[in-house]
């Protein structure tokens, strides 16, 4: 059974960074792509960023690009979120996934067929 398990959300100031992990068990993590969303209070989830197979290709939002990198452990099934000069807009609560077919930009959520319970980030001004 596949399960992604988030960690390293918490509540930060402007300006501060923060590491988000998923730790993937129970699938072929090098033969998934994976993504970062998040969802905030009242608003739809959106895309954050995606990491192909073995790194090759990275995406991200518009919001978050320049300030986030993904990365991804193929030996430790793991991937990672850096999080740089964070933002209040950045508050959400960060989920990851992960998909098995191929695909490109944009990227939708109806990509992924595995997600996480979410990691919360709090962004104070």
């Known amino acids: 059974q596949a399960q992604l398990v988030e960690s390293g959300g918490g509540l930060v100031q402007a300006g501060d960074s923060l590491r988000l992990s998923c730790a993937a068990s129970?699938?072929?993590?090098?033969?998934?792509?994976m993504g970062w969303f998040r969802q905030a209070p009242g608003k739809e989830r959106e895309f954050v960023s995606v990491i192909y197979l073995n790194g090759e290709h990275t995406y991200y939002a518009d919001s978050v690009k320049g300030r986030f990198t993904i990365s991804r452990d193929n030996a430790k099934n793991t991937v990672y979120l850096q999080m740089n000069s964070l933002e209040p807009e950045d508050t959400a609560v960060y989920y990851c996934a992960s998909a098995f077919r191929w695909f490109t930009p944009p990227i939708s959520a109806s990509n992924f067929i595995y997600w996480g319970q979410g990691t919360q980030v709090t962004v104070s001004s």
């Open positions: 129970g699938l072929t993590f090098s033969a998934a792509i």
